[in-house]
């Protein structure tokens, strides 16, 4: 096995990557400059295809809740703001800098998938529930997998062998990972969350997504998104083995006082309709395309 310093250690060394990709670089420069224009900003987003279609599906998601269509992304800086703006960019950055294509283990459309419904849920959830709604829910959503990319791709044999006791014995996501590596994706993703220089309540919600209870600087935003990360495993329509066995912390679900099964069930139903009704928009989106 390997140790656990030694992970830490080259986690801490990505590792080469550079502490933000060059966009989200330029982007919050454009957004931190009082003179900046919505079209200029527009401009520069847009020279980036991958990157336009993924916020504008995020503006268009039905958890955000906007009643119009959002079809350009000079329109999306009106409707979203450039703070909201700015943390999507960057955290879409993110995300997609440390991800590798599909393989035999690893499904990347399924693993963004399941990044950004927790991230759309967290947020959503967060407001249902009568807390401030900062960006910073979106994104520790979006991000709190982000482990699961570093095994991927820089323990590549590691996270095979992962993959398969998970595929062959009852071993849950975070015994797996230990008894391969000795430490968890969201031990790992911690890790890069600090060696990146994110808000500490970032880094604690990222490093506790799995075991809630052990938080003790931001409760709320760490059972909001451990919370949503289980809504969106069960609302998924494939399994999402790389967070296999993960369910409800009970001093979670305490800390939301969502402990009633009957209002939980509601708040399940409604973000299923919600989904529901962000997979149709969006394929009526791209057929309008
Ligand atoms: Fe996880
Ligand atoms: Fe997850």
Known sequence: MM???YIKEKVQTIIQLPALPTIAMEVVELVDNPKTSASRLGKLISTDQALTAKVLKIANSPFYGFPRRISTIDFAIIVLGYDALKEIVISISLVSSLQKKSDAVFDAKGFWDHSITSGVIARRLARDLGYRVSGEVFVGGLLHDMGISVLHRYFRNEYKRIVEILQETDLNAIEAEE????VTHAEVGGWLAERWNLPDHLVEAIRFHHSPSRADKNKDLVA??????????????????FDKGLDFDSQSLDHLQLTDPQVLDQYMQSYRDLIKADLEQVTQFENAR
């Open 3 to 5: 140790s656990p310093d």
């Open 179 to 182: 008894s391969v590596l000795g």
């Open 224 to 241: 909001l998104i451990h919370c949503a990360d289980v809504f969106a495993i069960r609302m998924s329509a494939q399994a999402v083995d």
